[in-house]
């Protein structure tokens, strides 16, 4: 009991600390090491300071003058979020072995816990039908195997995974290139506020900081570190997307990469990572075998892993049975790629009449196993 007052009472020194203009990771991280605490380092005699900071004193005794501790750190509390610091015990454990590690992290929910696997799902924020069928494949499937699911939250591969891990009833975290009280971007407000229920919303930038372009690069490195596997789902071939992967190389995480068509400007990025040594996930038992090994992926098999958020482990009935026997029968021939209603009404063989085969794709989309493109071409839609 005593440590975790010690810990709380330390919180709004450290709050300071993080906050101090001009002070680079390194040199925080030295004078902790060398005074122990932020709070000493606050409580510290110019003399002293002078003598262990050098030219970051002057930057520590201006904060001091316009920081008022206590209601900096009130404001913050009363936002409920929440922050770790490098060296404190909830502090991520995947994320202190990387370079450049975030000095902090400020969240909103919880952070992703060091017990379970992650896996970070990243690519294309203007994806085609195809990388979004792909994206809410992956997110859902490893979600309902208890996988937390780390992304960046954007348009696009990003936010639709994660909304499929979260519909699924899984856990996902979003890390921002903003503070975390900003939601970016906006039309991603649902998924932002699911997780913070389901997982958590995360940032190393402190509250009120806007989205800016140079921001993102740097936060791509938390997504990468956070996770034991990075799945690349549609990229260009000179793209953000690549960048994290880079930096998923550096901190020695596992890279597997979705194929695609060789003629797709989106599949470029993946054909890349493939010559380069890139795993290829053609399915989500691809990545379960990357994580528990094929002895320990029939092991789940066998008994059945289950997604700790759900229902006892019951297991869950499949959508499709919600449809006739009509339904199921074109729903089968529908594809990621769209289709017009002529052609599935040749490769079903006719047995439907062409009337037929339009008005049960009406249905279809209706009850969401079909969508619709802005050609009239029909869909296959994600079924669960």
């Known amino acids: 009991m005593e440590e975790q007052e010690r810990r709380e009472q ?15 990771k390194k040199r925080k991280r030295k004078l902790l090491r060398e005074f122990g605490s932020a709070e000493e380092i606050y409580r510290a005699s110019e003399g002293v300071l002078r ?3 050098d030219g970051a004193a002057e930057k520590i005794f201006a904060a001091k003058k316009v920081w008022n501790i206590l209601e900096e750190y ?41 017990e379970k696997p992650a896996v970070a799902l990243i690519g294309a924020r203007a994806c085609s039908g195809y990388g979004a069928y792909a994206a809410g494949e992956f997110g859902s499937k490893l979600a309902q195997m208890g996988i937390q699911i780390i992304s960046g939250l954007a348009m696009g591969i990003d936010g639709i995974s994660q909304e499929a891990a979260l519909a699924a009833g899984g856990e996902s975290f979003g890390v921002l290139g903003c503070g975390v009280d900003i939601c970016y971007p906006k039309s991603n407000r649902a998924i932002y506020e699911r997780c913070k229920i389901q997982g958590g919303i995360l940032s190393e930038y402190p509250p ?14 938390i997504i990468s570190g956070l996770s ?31 194929p ?49 958020k759900s229902e006892s482990g019951k297991k869950k009935v499949s959508k499709l049975c919600m449809l006739s026997p009509q339904e199921k029968q074109v729903y089968q021939y529908l594809e990621v790629l769209p289709k017009t209603a002529e052609e599935l009404w ?19 989309c209706i009850k969401g196993f079909a969508g619709q493109t802005a050609e009239g071409y029909c869909q296959k839609v994600l079924a669960t």
């Not at 009120?208 to 490195?221: E, I, M």
């Not at 034991?228 to 190389?249: F, H, N, P, Q, Y």
């Not at 068509?261 to 989500?284: E, H, K, M």
């Open 208 to 221: 009120g900081t806007k989205p800016a372009a140079s921001l993102f690069p740097p936060r791509n490195r």
């Open 228 to 258: 034991d596997v990075v799945i690349v789902v549609e990229a260009r071939e000179k793209s953000g997307t690549l960048i994290t992967v880079d930096m998923a190389l550096e901190q020695g995480r596992e890279v597997f990469a979705v």
């Open 346 to 364: 040749k490769q079903m063989g006719r047995v439907l009449t062409i009337q037929e085969v339009m008005s049960i794709l009406v249905e279809l």
């Open 10 to 24: 330390e919180k709004p020194y450290q709050y300071w600390l993080m906050n101090i203009k001009g002070l680079g």
């Open 260 to 308: 695609g068509r060789i003629t797709d400007s989106l599949s470029r990025g993946c054909n890349q990572l493939f010559r380069q040594g890139a795993g290829v996930a053609v399915s989500p038992v691809d990545i379960l075998e990357a994580l528990y090994g094929i002895e320990g992926y029939n092991n789940i098999e066998e008994t059945g892993m289950k997604n700790p």
């Open 74 to 114: 009130e404001m913050l509390c009363r936002q409920k979020i929440k922050f770790t610091c490098w060296g404190d015990k909830d502090y991520p454990k995947r994320l202190e072995g990387i370079p450049d590690a975030p000095f902090c992290l400020y969240y909103w929910g919880s952070l992703p816990s060091d």
């Open 51 to 53: 003598a262990a900071a």
